[in-house]
């Protein structure tokens, strides 16, 4: 479950910087995001925030393991075994 933010409109920078630059600042919101897209797809989903797993280790020891439940997942990976926030996650990975 990724969260996109919408990058701000060029009205919000215009009272401070002029039309232009505010346009500059809009496409450099822009390509920020993009990049920061891509390091995040590079590195991983992470799943379960506690432990920093991300999904790829846990579809790995789901396969490797055969596991077949959120606690087995939790045992093997330590995911899932704090504060619980991420049990749907692990879950979907499951089904
Ligand atoms: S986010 Fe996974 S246990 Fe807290």
Not at 47 to 61: G, Q, R
């Amino acid at each position: 479950m990724t969260e996109k933010h919408s990058p701000p409109k060029s009205r919000w920078f215009s009272p401070w910087l002029g039309k232009q630059t505010a346009q500059v600042a809009e496409n450099e919101v822009i390509q920020m995001q993009v990049v920061t897209t891509e390091i995040a797809a590079e590195e991983g989903v992470t799943v379960c925030y506690c432990f920093n797993v991300d999904e790829e280790s846990i579809k790995s020891a789901i396969k490797k393991h055969k596991l077949c439940s959120v606690e087995a997942v939790g045992l093997c990976l330590e995911a899932g075994t704090h504060c619980g926030s991420c049990h749907s996650r692990i879950q979907a990975l499951l089904d």
